[in-house]
């Protein structure tokens, strides 16, 4: 805190929370549904409050892709999914066939786990492969490709590092987490990801946000995206502060 | 506990350790590592454990059955994997392109994970439909199929119904849960399941399983297999116990 400031990082919060619009908000939001015991009605649900609330997109289990674009045709709200998740630790040709196979039924953009045990084990060419065949997939299917890189599971330089990898071979987005890790997204992931990769791919944070000053300071941080399963709650919280 | 016994459930249990060869217990363990940020090198580890321990199997992750189906060929140790895992939410064709995969890298064992999603919004038609489809592919590339019921998302009337369509359409094991859900195994989930089943399939038990008491108790409920990232304390643990 600097001398003489009497303010403090949740005075500096509302302030943000202040400036920008609703729309500012929900255009960054992408509602989320992928716990596995979501039924049917879960996802129907999570569609509906998208287009309802002006999300940027709406992320489906990989199952109910045709049921999400179904409901989402014809609105401005993405179909998003994942594939390789939550572990990541599947063949690279399994994960090819996952993101074609929702580009096939809709997706019009699939977040993929990169291969966290590759990077634990330091295979940086099995890495920069399996991106590598990632992003020619995507552009083939025409998905935006959003790379998850588990913060929580990688240290600060794997971090760096992957970014910087996922960065030169033309990845959209770097999403932090898969919010099934041993903890959620924090400021220091964006603030890390962000210096690796100096605006030349933008930022999803997603992994335990539930609440508006948490998806704002994320937002100062430099993130370009909010994951949440809370888009309902965080959107009615930003209201609340702005009345 | 019946009047005038003084037997304790735990007295029972170490009866059973007692009962049991060394053969009879590791004969029973699946060693698993499926942790997403297990590097490559405790994979190898975890196979050459089981080849030294007499274990059934060692459960792989996906991407690294040609590596593990290489260290285990020419011994008794099976090479198992996972598919769908560990939220079952994927379209039934990834599943089915998983467990092929999975076979054609050397797999010999498969462990899908059930469309939780589906079960829990009624969708049995759908359920028998994967089901079905992932006997077939099973039988098809010569895996045993385990299908996981995931019992700590479901009730018991679910598991027992799910447990019933199973067996009718030929799956050779019910296999409790993945590890990654809110609970690990009881020894009430085996019952359930031993009871649906008749006999008829196979089960395995896992999830949180760390003790040599545990896998006994679970054995003596029912279970045919242990599936366990602890194989070697377990075993390390029933001989202490039979010194």
Redesign the interface.
């Known amino acids: 805190m600097p001398e003489g400031s009497n303010l403090t990082v949740g005075d500096l919060i509302l302030e943000e929370v202040r400036k920008l619009t609703y729309r500012d908000l929900v255009s960054r939001i992408e509602h989320t549904v992928?716990r596995?015991?979501?039924?049917?009605?879960a996802v129907r649900r999570a569609c509906m409050e998208s287009i309802e609330h002006g999300f940027h997109g709406c992320c489906v289990?990989?199952?109910?892709v045709k049921e999400a674009s179904e409901i989402l045709s014809g609105t401005q709200v993405r179909v998003v999914t994942v594939a390789g998740?939550?572990?990541?630790?599947?063949?690279?040709?399994?994960k090819v066939?996952?993101l074609r196979?929702a580009a096939v039924?809709g997706a019009q953009e699939v977040d993929v786990v990169v291969?966290?045990?590759?990077v634990?084990?330091g295979?940086w060419d099995y890495v920069r492969d399996e991106v590598s065949e990632l992003v020619d997939a995507a552009r083939e299917v025409g998905c935006v490709l959003k790379l998850i890189v588990?913060t929580s599971?990688l240290s600060d330089d794997e971090v760096r590092r992957l970014s910087g990898i996922a960065v030169d071979l033309g990845v959209d987005f770097i999403k932090t987490n898969t919010g099934?890790?041993p903890r959620g997204v924090t400021v220091h992931d964006v603030i890390v990801i962000k210096e690796a990769t100096q605006g030349r791919a933008r930022i999803k944070a997603a992994g335990g946000i539930r609440h508006v000053e948490d998806a704002v300071a994320l937002i100062m941080a430099g993130a370009d995206r909010i994951g949440t399963s809370s888009g309902v709650e965080i959107a009615r919280e930003f209201t609340a502060y702005r009345q």
Not at 36 to 41: D, I, L, R
Not at 85 to 94: E, S, Y
Not at 115 to 118: D, K, L
């Open positions: 992928l596995p015991n979501a039924g049917v009605e289990p990989p199952w109910l998740f939550p572990l990541g630790n599947v063949p690279v040709k399994t066939f996952e196979e039924q291969n966290v045990s590759a634990r084990s295979m588990e599971l099934f890790g």
